[in-house]
Nanobody, 122 residues
């Protein structure tokens, strides 16, 4: 069974930093693009950052220059380094794996993590 296991959320003061991690566990054959999204109550989930297997990245406008996404393909793990955090970054952050195959011939499926809370407050 494939699972996305997130860690690293918590409470941080404005201007501080946090690093999120997300590991894809289970019987994995391949993982394509991975990313982070965030959501606050009453709002739609929004893109934070994505990264392909070739390390091509994309960022939401509100986090450009402050957040950095990276991945370790050997470990099927994606990271999100968040710096210069602002109160408006407060949200539940969700890890996404766009296309996961458990074998060479299996149908690819999308998976989401359970979410990790990031709170930016003094």
């Amino acid at each position: 069974q494939v699972q996305l296991v997130e860690s690293g959320g918590g409470l941080v003061q404005p201007g501080g930093s946090l690093r999120l991690s997300c590991a894809v566990s289970g019987n994995i054959f391949s993982v394509s693009a991975m990313g982070w999204y965030r959501q606050t109550a009453g709002k739609e989930r929004e893109l934070v950052a994505t990264i392909t297997t070739n390390k091509i990245t994309d960022y939401g406008d509100s986090v450009k220059g402050r957040f950095t996404i990276s991945r370790d393909n050997a470990k099927n793990t994606v990271y999100l380094q968040m710096s210069s955090l602002k109160p408006e970054d407060t949200a539940a952050y969700y890890c996404n794996a766009e296309s996961v195959k458990t074998s060479r011939f299996s149908r690819p499926r999308e998976y989401w993590g359970q979410g990790t809370q990031v709170t930016v407050s003094s």
